[in-house]
């Protein structure tokens, strides 16, 4: 309870603390990632009901956002969990690239301080 007498504010959404800690690391993470990929997909066009919308800028924050947490939360999840998360990640910085009129340098792109240069032809990790 909060000094008024209110109760305390609501953890994300989720009902209360309680709730929270009987979600799994693992579903937070994919949960967090998922919402990652969906919001960066927007801003780089892909989206079926906003097409034209593209901002580059936004999609790069989110990308690097995606690329920290797929990166260092990897080890955690495993190679089963994070497969499909590293590969959403490959595709949205190769959409980035190709949506990019001046493309950025190999390795300049968004996330890929964290995860080496992409390419087409590169192999995913």
């Known amino acids: 309870m909060t000094a008024d007498s209110s109760p305390a504010p609501d953890l994300g959404g989720t009902g209360s603390a309680r ?18 990929m969906s919001a960066a997909a927007v801003h780089l066009g892909l989206a079926e009901d906003l097409p034209e919308h593209r901002d580059l800028d936004e999609a790069r924050t989110l990308i690097e956002a995606l690329a920290g947490l797929v990166v260092t939360a990897a080890p ?28 950025d340098a190999p390795g300049e792109g968004p996330g890929e301080g964290l995860t080496g240069p992409v390419s087409p032809t590169r192999s995913g990790r």
């Open 76 to 103: 955690r999840l495993g190679h089963h969990h994070a497969a499909p998360l590293r590969d959403g990640l490959r595709t949205l910085q190769l959409a980035f690239r190709e949506a990019s009129e001046v493309p």
């Open 19 to 36: 709730d929270i800690a009987e979600v799994p690391a693992l579903e937070i993470v994919s949960t967090a990632a998922l919402h990652l």
